[in-house]
């Protein structure tokens, strides 16, 4: 006797590609589900209803671009505009003078004695006032300078971090007082401390007997020399202290940026071959930042080739070229302004205009070279204070 079972039917569905499956599916849920789907297509975000209910921007945008290129703009013309003006009123002295206004003198006839400003006879030339710039500031890059990369290096590669932030914070802080200020204070208690403490030790160096026999060759010793002269105080010495005091925070939070730049694995590197802290930071730190150093010392000669008031304070400001440091002088700034608005004739004001256009032209020339400089460090990485 045979005994049928009945087994059931096993199929296998084909599998379907993705497309034929969203093909399928919406083919199949479209008839059963008709209006469902026309909902899900029509539905509209808040975020989409938002940027539609506001219409075409285009124009705002156009706007908005060209009020930006108008902004960025203005710098230019602002920069031209007071290029031409100074050209246009320093024609007057151009055309007298010329080019050796920035380094011829007279003589005076009767005390054979160099005459280099004599606004009375119209004597104008602008030997004294670069020559009282050039030395207040190289005194004030031989101060600073020293200073500024010791603390930068002790700010990025020794100071606690506890005490980083807020001796960074002191630092910038110098950089933030008002001249008039940094003036009032070197009368007050920078001059009094030269003339009665520091340039006394000077003058005994440099006027030693035994000094001026070994170095007198030189010039730069005994009575005629770098501390000759009538100890006033006020002169090219307390200009140049002062100027080393304000360009201070300068050079030290540029050389900070570009040695924070300096890539870790530099130092690693050189701790690894057995450096001492050291010759790390002379090695790996200082020779990969030098660039960036010169010029945030660049940058902060041309903070000092400006600087006016505080200059015009201590500087003595007497038109006369001395070898002493303890001497009075001039500087470009100070010049300007002791005696612009004191200029009677038209040929004095465009004297004095001609000096404002140099100093103009020398300090955008010496910004620029270097912002270039510590660009090429950097590029652009910001500093990083903890």
Not at 30 to 36: C, E, H, L, P, R
Not at 149 to 163: K, N, Q, W, Y
Not at 200 to 219: H, K
């Amino acid at each position: 006797m045979k005994v049928t079972v009945p087994l059931a039917e096993i199929r296998l569905r084909k599998p379907e590609t993705p497309s034929e499956s969203g093909l399928g599916t919406t083919s199949a849920n479209s008839g059963a589900n008709g209006t469902g789907a026309a909902s899900a297509v029509g539905h509209v975000s808040d975020v989409r209803r938002f940027l539609l209910s506001r219409g075409n921007s285009a124009i705002a945008d156009r706007a908005f671009s060209g009020v930006m290129l108008a902004c960025a703009a203005s710098i230019f013309a602002i920069v031209a505009l007071i290029a031409f003006e100074l050209i246009q009123q320093s024609q007057l002295s151009w055309h007298k003078f010329g080019l050796p206004f920035f380094y011829k003198f007279n003589i005076d006839p009767e005390t054979h004695l160099p005459l280099l400003w004599d606004p009375v006879n119209g004597t104008f030339y602008a030997l004294p006032f670069l020559y009282g710039t050039l030395v207040t500031s190289f005194v004030a890059l031989l101060i600073a300078v020293p200073l500024a990369i010791g603390v930068a290096v002790f700010l990025t590669e020794m100071c606690p971090r506890f005490l980083r932030g807020p001796l960074s914070f002191l630092t910038e802080l110098l950089a933030a007082i008002p001249s008039v200020v940094y003036g009032l204070w070197a009368i007050f208690v920078l001059v009094p401390l030269l003339r009665e403490h520091v340039n006394p030790f000077f003058i005994q160096v440099f006027s030693a007997p035994m000094t001026v026999r070994l170095f007198g060759w030189t010039g730069l010793v005994g009575d005629d020399g770098l501390f000759g002269g009538v100890n006033l105080g006020l002169g090219l010495l307390a200009a140049g202290v002062i100027l080393a005091i304000m360009i201070l925070p300068i050079i030290a939070s540029l050389t900070r940026e570009v040695m924070t730049a300096v890539p870790h694995s530099q130092r690693e590197a050189a701790l690894a071959l057995g450096s001492t802290r050291w010759e790390m930071i002379r090695i790996a730190v200082l020779r990969n930042a030098r660039i960036g150093i010169v010029g945030s010392i660049i940058l902060g000669l041309g903070r000092a080739l400006g600087e006016t008031m505080a200059v015009a304070m201590v500087i003595g400001n007497s038109a006369e070229i001395h070898r002493s440091l303890l001497s009075t002088g001039h500087s470009m700034a100070s010049v300007i302004a002791n005696e612009f608005s004191e200029a009677t004739s038209d040929m004095h004001r465009s004297a004095l205009i001609e000096i404002g256009l140099a100093l103009f032209l020398v300090t955008i020339l010496v910004n620029g070279l270097a912002r270039l400089l510590v660009w090429a460090v950097t590029r652009g990485t910001p500093a990083r204070v903890n």
